[in-house]
């Protein structure tokens, strides 16, 4: 049985993303659920090799795989929010140029822009900013060439492997063309490709101080963990 409409926006953060998608997977099971991509959204769930996992939960109306690169500049598709013809929104991951421009009210993207509408139509929006507590946090990173094991062999079996060309021998992987199938790794011997690698950032005030703004706004409601996601169904 259906039992939620929902829209669920995906913005072009690496962290949080895996997670999210484990849940966007769970609720489209028993929800009709609308998935709209920002356009570093779009880029992004390809690196991390998650693209074909989220476009696959869609097919049939109220089900639409929304891309901000295939819109124009009004994104009529919004006004379904602006409607209230959806119970609700959620926003997961946020990126922290995703959450500054919801704060300043500015609606220039598919999904800022739908958030705006969204409230416009009392439709309950759930975000979850990346940026949400001061310090370091650790993050996973999509496929990278190691320099320092690249053995800089006459062919690079690794490159001439990879189907997307995107393979620069000794320089880099061009995470533009990558669509993290993750191939490459196993063909390099060397083992000189790493994927999902954790590394350590740094939160930026500015970017912290957005996410928590964001429960100033009427009708959002600011998670920290995707999972948190599930008690509103
Ligand atoms: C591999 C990769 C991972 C990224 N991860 C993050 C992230 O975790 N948080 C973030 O705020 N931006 C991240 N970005 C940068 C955003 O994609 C970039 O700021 C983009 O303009 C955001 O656009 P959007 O908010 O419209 O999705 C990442 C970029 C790349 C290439």
Redesign the pocket.
């Known amino acids: 049985m259906i039992h939620m409409r929902v829209g669920w926006a995906i ?5 949080l993303l895996d997670e999210s998608v484990e849940i966007l997977e769970k609720i489209a099971k028993n929800n009709k659920v609308t998935v709209f991509l ?4 779009e ?2 769930l390809k ?1 991390y090799g998650l693209y074909e996992r989220v476009t696959g939960l869609t097919g049939g109306y109220y089900n639409e795989l929304v891309l901000d690169s295939d819109q124009r500049f009004s994104y009529p598709i919004s006004g379904r929010l602006s409607l209230g013809k959806y119970d609700l929104l959620i926003v997961s ?1 946020a ?4 959450v500054a421009k919801i704060v300043h009210g500015i609606s220039d ?1 598919l ?1 800022t822009n739908s958030v705006a509408q969204a409230g416009k139509g009392n439709v309950k929006t759930l975000i979850v900013p ?2 949400l507590e001061s310090g370091d946090v650790k ?1 996973i ?2 496929s990278k060439l190691e320099l320092e094991r690249c053995a800089d062999c006459d062919v690079c079996i690794a490159s001439n492997s990879c189907e997307q060309g995107a393979i620069i021998p000794k320089i880099e992987i061009n ?1 533009s063309k990558c669509i993290g199938c993750g191939k490459c790794k196993d063909y390099c011997p060397y083992n000189a490709i790493s994927e999902g690698k954790i590394v350590t950032i740094h939160m930026r005030e500015v970017d912290i101080k957005n996410s928590h703004k964001l429960v100033l706004i009427e009708g959002i409601d600011v998670l920290k963990d995707p999972k948190e996601l599930l008690s509103y169904f």
Request: aromatic content about 0%; glycine content about 12%; hydrophobic content about 30%.
């Open positions: 913005t072009g953060a690496g962290h920002s356009n570093a959204g880029e992004v690196m991951p990126t922290s140029n995703t993207t999904i990346v940026d993050t990173l999509p995470l």
